[in-house]
């Protein structure tokens, strides 16, 4: 019989062992093994109604076992297949018990997670206690890793965005503006480019000061946010010259109602402190057709005709972009205070 002495030994030295007779019936179980099998009481029951040995195939008798002492055995507990074990069996001649114990093998950091196993769950030499320690310090270091590559991804994605954000009314930039018309260019898809100008802006400037300007064009930039629709592109491209890009949109009369609503609201009386800022737009829009794929430069020149010819038809006004504006050669010099081109 193995003594008392020798299965407290056991129990150190190997806490996932199994001891059983010559018939196969089980005299002792580790303290780890039991841990994993949980509430199944494994002592009195024959090993091979609790274990499945799966390599090498056809091992289920105590004989069959003793064949392979000292070899490698793969094997899963039949009340939880799920947890596959690694095995090794020795005789014990004096008595016939048999003694085999067993690990996790490559699995053990999952176990660990899922039996709520720790270091004191393995035998003090057992290298498998390094291991987790080193696969946990890997494990914190991959998460603090982790971690700064994605406060890393956040400040690439907000620097990105401030460098095309225009930082005054929080509107795409030219930059930005450069970028969306050229993909819409590339994929020729239909939509309409209108560049708008804000009327008498100079004067508030000049006569209210330029917290006053600022709080003018924050204003129109709401404005015209809200006359657009959510995947439509509001930019501000320069002091007081902003762009509208309205995606599939190329009705002339659909185009020009929008313009001529915002161009409304915009000389609407504007608050700022206790004065009133008056301000007016002029709007000129040259219409991308589906599949045509012109130039973003040519669009943006039309629409700076467009725009242009507005301005000197009285301002307050939108006028969509046709190759007969450039026939009038009044074109050719920019109205007081505003140069041609983006």
Excluded: W
């Amino acid at each position: 019989m193995i003594s008392s002495t020798q299965y407290s030994v056991l129990n150190a030295l190997c806490p996932m062992h199994v001891v059983m007779d010559s018939h196969g019936v089980i005299l002792q179980v580790g303290p780890t093994l039991k841990k994993v099998a949980q509430e199944t009481d494994l002592l009195g029951r024959k090993i091979f109604d609790v274990v499945e040995i799966r390599r090498p195939k056809g091992v289920t008798s105590v004989d069959g076992l003793c064949k392979y002492a000292g070899q490698k055995l793969h094997l899963v507990l039949r009340d939880k297949p799920t947890v596959q074990l690694k095995a090794v069996a020795g005789v014990n001649d004096e008595n016939g018990h048999v003694v085999m114990n067993l690990s996790f093998g490559i699995n053990v950091v999952d176990a660990v997670g899922v039996h709520n196993l720790t270091s004191a769950d393995f035998a003090p030499t057992d290298l498998t206690v390094e291991m987790l320690y080193l696969v946990e310090a890997k494990t914190g270091a991959m998460n603090e890793t982790r971690d700064l590559i994605n406060r890393l991804q956040v400040a690439k994605v907000a620097a990105e965005e401030q460098a095309y954000t225009d930082t005054l009314t929080g509107l795409k930039n030219r930059r930005a503006l450069d970028h969306i018309l050229a993909r819409l260019v590339l994929s020729g898809d239909a939509f309409a480019l209108m560049q708008m100008d804000l009327d008498y802006f100079k004067a508030v400037n000049d006569t209210l000061g330029h917290a006053a300007g600022d709080h003018v064009l924050q204003k129109a930039a709401e404005i015209m946010v809200d006359e657009t629709r959510s995947d439509d592109i509001v930019a501000r491209v320069g002091g007081d010259e902003f762009v509208i890009v309205l995606k599939g949109m190329i009705d002339p009369v659909v185009v020009s109602r929008i313009a001529d609503r915002i161009i409304a609201r915009l000389e609407q009386p504007i608050p700022f402190n206790d004065d009133m800022c008056k301000i007016s737009s002029s709007a000129g829009t040259a219409l991308a057709k589906s599949g045509e794929r012109l130039p973003v430069q040519t669009l943006m020149d039309d629409a700076d005709v467009a725009l242009y010819a507005s301005k000197r038809n009285g301002r307050a006004q939108h006028t969509i972009y046709d190759p007969a504006l450039r026939l009038d050669p009044s074109h050719l010099e920019p109205p007081a205070g505003r140069a041609v081109g983006p």
